[in-house]
């Protein structure tokens, strides 16, 4: 397929790290600070948790004691498999060149991008497919062009539009600017046509933008099906986040993407907690001068047991929804709910060692020419998969090809429900091996956008993942870190002025 012109994105994404390397607080001088926390909880371990504990040890320096409960493993929804002698993706897999958070924290921690491996997609109604990617670009151009018109290219500059407004928080974090709400924060990114994305369907924005009805039945839902599980009609913001997930440089982390999780934890100096939190409450204790300080007690039970501490500031970077999470919030006035309304959508990701089944595809090619690497899928009744990939390690070893579809390899079957063995047998002509994995991955996204759970839940408890409910991806959990530990910061020390201001391109002016 064509694809966005990457010397475009190489140039925007150098002059904004050259922003983002300038110094981080050069706007005023800061003003007297009181006494730093000396305790701070973060709840949960993948990208939002590890990330927060590493912008918090970043804010408050190096004095305060950081500790990271989380009673699985590090990374959360970045998960990886052994199948055979490799290890493979389970979860989230792929960042985008301009996701600038990603790119700077693999940078700090010094772990490299894993290797290229060339691929080539094709789309599947449930019973043929009805476009298979080409080696050559030229080919494929005519063939969209042919079918979509100018829709495809038009699609890419829509996303490049909003993109280029998505790329305005990184100058507001590199200032310190923080955002109260995952509205405030969308607004300062793209003003109100951002809140217009969120309150409307994918389908809805982009019929009128003037893509056509063929269109987004035949390429669009395919991409939100392989990157939500969802149809056209999530809300039109997470939508364009979805379709940033079809543009060329997309990259992994070399060993697992769960590895910038670990390695945050450890770079953050933090104290990972292997215990289940259960409750979170306010205490009030007689301080040294002879008035009273409040903390949080989170109460929570490990190995060894229950047990409670008390912190001056608590973020909680695990989902507060129903099947995610049981966290509950006694005394507090008003009072926080344990399940906020909404639901995480289900996605099974299944992954096969096996031999494909052509026919299973409708195509009568022969399986030694079929080099397709991602199968997306229509959105009909017969389409019982959501996408089907072939899978390379976690780490590519050198010299290493991907095997083509003659030979047994693995697979990563994306689908609503588990696959029944019947399903399997229909899908693949033999297997020796299979590992599911059902993820509450996502919320499920219906506009009209309730409002988004808050950021900040009490005084100083606050809540990384309310921001999922605009869209979930590894980067709108690390800019929301980043803004939980801004807000944090400036709300300890009594520093409002860069709290909910979007008038930073003012300042900036105004000093230059």
């Known amino acids: 397929m064509p694809r966005m012109n990457p010397r475009t994105l190489s140039l925007r994404a150098l002059l904004l790290l050259g922003l983002w390397h300038t110094g981080r607080r050069s706007l005023a001088s800061a003003p007297e600070l009181q006494d730093p926390p000396k305790k701070i909880a973060v709840v949960g371990a993948g990208i939002g948790g590890t990330a927060a504990a590493y912008y918090l040890r970043q804010e408050f320096g190096a004095a305060v004691k950081i500790d990271v409960f989380e009673p699985g493993a590090v990374g959360g929804r970045l998960a990886t498999v052994k199948l055979g002698d490799y290890e493979y993706e389970m979860g989230g897999s792929v960042i985008h060149p301009l996701n600038l958070h990603m790119k700077h924290f693999i940078e700090k921690l010094g772990i490299p991008q894993r290797t290229d491996v060339p691929s080539k997609m094709a789309i599947f109604d449930g019973k043929e497919l009805t476009f298979e990617e080409s080696d050559w670009f030229i080919v494929n151009f005519l063939r969209i062009l042919w ?51 969120v309150n409307q369907t994918l389908e809805e924005a982009m019929m009128g933008e003037g893509f056509s009805q ?14 939500y599980g969802q149809s056209v009609r999530i809300n039109g913001f997470v939508g364009a986040v979805s379709l940033a997930g079809a543009d060329s440089g997309l990259w ?9 999780c670990s390695g ?4 953050s100096k933090s104290e990972l907690v292997p215990a289940k939190v259960t409750s979170i409450s306010v205490k009030v204790r007689p301080s040294k001068t002879g008035t ?13 047991g229950s047990a409670h501490s008390l912190y001056d500031i608590v973020v909680i970077a695990t989902p507060l929804h129903q099947g995610k999470s049981d966290i509950s919030f006694p005394g507090f006035s008003p009072p926080i709910p344990s399940h906020y309304p909404g639901r995480y959508h289900q996605t099974v990701s299944t992954l096969v060692h096996g031999l494909l089944n052509m026919s299973y595809l409708g195509t009568t090619q022969p399986a030694s020419e079929f080099t397709v690497s991602e199968v997306l899928t229509m959105d009909s009744k017969d389409s019982v998969i959501n996408s089907l990939s072939s899978l390379d390690p976690v780490h590519i070893p050198k010299g290493y090809k991907r095997p083509p579809a003659s030979q047994t390899k693995v697979w990563k079957v994306f689908s609503q429900q588990l696959l029944s063995q019947e399903q399997l047998q229909h899908i693949f002509l033999s297997y020796d091996s299979v590992s599911e994995m059902p993820w509450l991955a996502y919320p499920s996204y219906h506009p009209p956008h309730r409002r988004t759970p808050p950021f900040i839940l009490h005084d100083r408890l606050y809540y990384v993942n309310a921001v999922e409910w605009a869209a ?10 980043r803004n939980v530990a801004l807000l944090a910061h400036h709300r300890w020390h009594g520093q409002n002025s860069k709290i909910d201001q979007e008038d930073l391109h003012t300042r900036l002016r105004g000093e230059l």
């Open 147 to 197: 079918r979509y018109g100018f829709n495809f290219l038009r699609m890419q500059m829509w996303v490049e539009s909003i993109l280029d407004k998505f790329m305005r928080i990184y100058q507001y974090q590199q200032y310190s600017y923080a955002f109260s709400s995952v509205e405030r924060l969308l607004h300062a990114m793209g003003g109100d046509s951002f809140l217009t994305l």
């Open 214 to 227: 063929i269109f987004l039945n035949d390429v669009v839902a395919p991409i939100t099906r392989v990157n």
């Open 252 to 260: 992994a982390v070399d060993g697992g993407n769960k590895r910038v």
């Open 264 to 267: 945050l934890l450890y770079h």
């Open 292 to 304: 009273t300080a409040s903390f949080y007690e989170v109460n929570y039970v490990g190995e060894s």
């Open 472 to 481: 979930s991806a590894m980067e709108m959990s690390a800019i929301s870190a």
